[in-house]
């Protein structure tokens, strides 16, 4: 059994995919194998999304493991923006107009750092049966809709800098882009930048 598919198998964060929209499930990953066939690594493209802040309607953020923290940012086609707190189900008052639209600015050109193609078949497979640490979903005003989905990478090294056992990468994460049929590898330093606590929303 491989590295990745150990940790995955052994890890509790990681439990059966139970996410009630399955686009949210990214079933196109299944895609990646064609008439039995892996698809070549030369056609995995690392550019996640690219959107301009003026397309977004709607980006929504869920945090399996601290689920209060889970967010839908709404924008109508002039661009006034609503905050919703999905766990409370509760609106958000006091935005600031001027961290809404830098938050929207992350979604132009967001590239990955590259594609996993370290990982085995069996560990691309596996990786399809397991709920994710965070997802994101963005919906542009033109109705099409855009999922991805980080999932923790096992840890290179049995210790962080500081010298703390850890079993997950702090610099390096999974993401699965439904647009996509590869698996991608992101810096949690970019990915930091699109599942912002709701705090930083307001004034």
């Known amino acids: 059994m491989g590295a990745l598919l150990a ?3 052994t890890r509790p964060l990681f439990r059966e995919a139970r996410i009630a929209d399955s686009g949210t499930h990214f079933a196109s990953h299944r895609a ?3 008439n039995g ?8 493209q690392t550019l996640v999304i690219n959107l301009l802040p003026s397309q977004i309607a709607e980006v929504s953020v869920i945090d399996f493991n601290n689920p209060e923290r889970s967010y839908t940012l709404t924008l109508d086609t002039l661009g006034n923006a609503t905050l919703r707190n999905t766990h409370a189900n ?3 008052t006091n935005l600031d107009s001027s961290r809404v639209r ?3 600015s992350y979604f132009s050109e967001f590239n990955a750092e590259r594609c996993a193609t370290e990982l085995s078949e069996d560990e691309y497979e596996e990786m399809l049966r397991f709920n994710y640490a965070y997802t994101i979903s963005i919906t542009s005003h033109d109705g099409n809709k855009q999922n991805i989905g980080i999932l923790h990478m096992p840890a290179s090294e049995e210790y962080d800098i500081f010298g ?3 079993t997950v990468d702090l610099d390096r994460c999974y993401l699965a ?3 996509n049929p590869y698996w991608l590898v992101a810096l949690w330093a970019d990915i930091d930048l699109l599942i912002k606590d709701v705090d930083f929303f307001m004034k």
């Open 164 to 166: 703390r056992p850890t």
């Open 37 to 44: 066939n892996a698809l070549p690594h030369d056609t995995c």
């Open 177 to 179: 882009n439904g647009n």
């Open 32 to 34: 990646r194998v064609a």
């Open 7 to 9: 940790f995955i198998l």
């Open 102 to 104: 830098r938050y929207l």
């Open 90 to 92: 509760e609106e958000l």
